[in-house]
């Protein structure tokens, strides 16, 4: 989940916008063909350095073996020392501010959060919605934290906008440039440099495996100015792609899983897209790890060092609701346990088990 949120120069802080592994990336072999089915990458991330370290652009000179990520050539001329990088080639239309279902407490299920919650209130927030009529829990759902790769729910919903007003086809042509290969891998199968891929494949590996090289090339194909914009638009006042920070809270989470699962995100038919890639994402260890096998859940997680999340649509028997669980445990066991354990609790009070 790196993103060159601020500036493309401060790379660690950047690093810790991704959910990556701790195992080094493998070694290089001959790049895959865009059919190919990559190696799953591992959920542990690489931690951050204790300091902030500003590492330099690297010029990709002719002599590099894809600079370039335009197949027909970069239709400008990047600035000395600065590599080719995508660029937006426009704006969607504004917005209007979303209208959630209106939310009414449940007592009962605060109460079931509450104690599936425990003695780790301090490290967790937690949102659940019936989507059948509003009613549900929140246990400090304005708190802020880290998004980790949650961010990348924020680069899709930009995506279908884009999609949806002409300003991209999911069809067009792109090479992995060298530049987004050596700044951004941090999972086992990672897109590679010189892989070439239609934009829709490289969505589709952002969200399915949560890859950071596919996050960021989508990222800059939309521009980080545009997704900040919708998210404003939508009434959203702490999620933000900052140069220091990526901010968010379960309550805004769960406002854009419930725009998702209502189909009315972007459209009918990109929000029913967006569920087909949510509903089959490979880091299954949270919400869906405990709930009864065939459990049909649309979710996306995130990890770092000070963050385990996961936000998700739960398609039970008896409720469909929106369920998000923020923790500052990091990626450690304890912060993943604490998520499946909360997640199996909310479903056995809505299906009496």
């Not at 591992?42 to 600079?67: F, N, Q, S, Y």
């Not at 549900?136 to 934290?145: P, Q």
């Not at 897209?273 to 709930?291: G, I, V």
């Amino acid at each position: 989940m790196p993103a060159r949120l601020f500036a493309v120069g401060l790379l660690a802080l950047l690093l810790a916008a991704c959910s990556g592994a701790s195992t080094p990336p493998p070694t290089s072999t001959p790049a895959a063909t865009a059919t190919e089915t990559p190696p799953p990458p591992t959920e542990t991330p690489i931690p951050p350095p204790t300091t902030v370290l500003v590492t330099p652009l690297v010029w990709l000179g002719e002599d590099d073996r894809c600079a370039d990520p335009y197949p027909q050539g970069a239709p400008y001329e990047p600035l000395p020392g600065q590599p080719i990088l995508l660029r937006p080639v426009g704006k969607p239309p504004e917005l209007a501010p979303y209208q959630p279902l209106t939310f009414t407490a449940d007592p009962a299920l605060e109460q079931v959060v509450r104690q599936s919650v425990g003695d780790d209130e301090a490290h967790i927030a937690v949102v659940v919605k019936n989507l059948a009529d509003g009613r549900g829990a929140a246990l400090a759902g304005e708190r802020s934290f880290y998004s980790a790769s949650l961010y990348k729910i924020w680069v899709l919903l930009e995506t279908y906008r884009h999609r949806e007003a002409g300003l991209l086809d999911f069809d067009e042509r792109y090479i992995i440039s060298d530049y987004y290969e050596d700044e951004f891998v941090l999972n086992e199968g990672e897109l590679a440099a010189c892989d070439e891929v239609t934009l829709g494949e490289v969505v589709d590996q952002m969200i399915r495996v949560s890859g950071n090289v596919a996050a960021l090339f989508v990222l800059d194909r939309v521009g980080m100015d545009n997704v900040n914009e919708t998210l404003r638009d939508l009434g959203l006042e702490v999620s933000r792609y900052r140069p220091d920070s990526l901010p968010t809270t379960a309550a805004e989470m769960a406002l854009l899983m419930e725009m998702i699962a209502r189909r009315q995100a972007v459209s009918e038919t990109a929000s029913d897209e967006m569920l087909a890639l949510l509903s089959d994402t490979y880091f299954n260890d949270r919400l869906p790890a405990l709930l009864p096998e065939g459990t049909r859940v649309a979710h996306k997680t995130g990890s770092w060092s000070n963050a385990s999340h996961d936000a998700g649509i739960v398609y039970s028997p008896a409720a469909t609701y929106v369920i998000v669980v923020l923790t500052d445990f990091g990626y450690s066991d304890e912060g993943t346990a604490a998520i499946a354990r909360i997640s199996r609790a909310v479903y056995d009070y809505y299906n009496g088990s």
